[in-house]
């Protein structure tokens, strides 16, 4: 069982930076591959970005390759979302998610194949 509880939302102009955080608990974390989605109001729930349980392998969303950086630290058991460079279009609760995995390079960019969820952080970008 993993409790995941984010931080580090908040309003920012457009251009501006932010750094989200997920916080796990139990004593594996660093045995699951964790993600980071979004939604924005009256869109669906979007993939962001993907890491591994060993840190070196992420994936991203296309949208956001190049401005946000996913990185983990397992002695903290935190996963982060470095956002840089932000638009307006990045509005949205953002969630991390949790999946137990046995392969250190595996990454999931599907909602379905995560376990564990977060309640989300609101990100709001003014224009």
């Known amino acids: 069982q993993v409790h995941l509880v984010e931080s580090g939302g908040g309003l920012v102009q457009a251009g501006g930076s932010l750094k989200l955080s997920c916080a796990a608990s139990?004593?594996?974390?660093?045995?699951?591959?964790m993600g980071w989605f979004r939604q924005a109001p009256g869109k669906e729930r979007e993939f962001v970005a993907a890491?591994?349980?060993?840190?070196?392998?992420?994936y991203y969303a296309d949208s956001v390759k190049g401005r946000f950086t996913i990185s983990r630290d397992n002695a903290k058991n935190t996963v982060y979302l470095q956002m840089n460079s932000l638009k307006p279009e990045d509005t949205a609760v953002y969630y991390c998610?949790?999946?137990?995995?046995?392969?250190?390079?595996?990454?999931?960019?599907?909602?379905?194949?995560?376990?564990?969820w977060g309640q989300g952080t609101q990100v709001t970008v003014s224009s």
């Open positions: 139990g004593r594996t974390f660093s045995s699951y591959a």
């Open positions: 890491i591994g349980w060993s840190g070196a392998n992420t």
């Open positions: 998610a949790a999946v137990l995995t046995f392969s250190s390079g595996s990454y999931y960019w599907k909602e379905y194949d995560y376990d564990y």
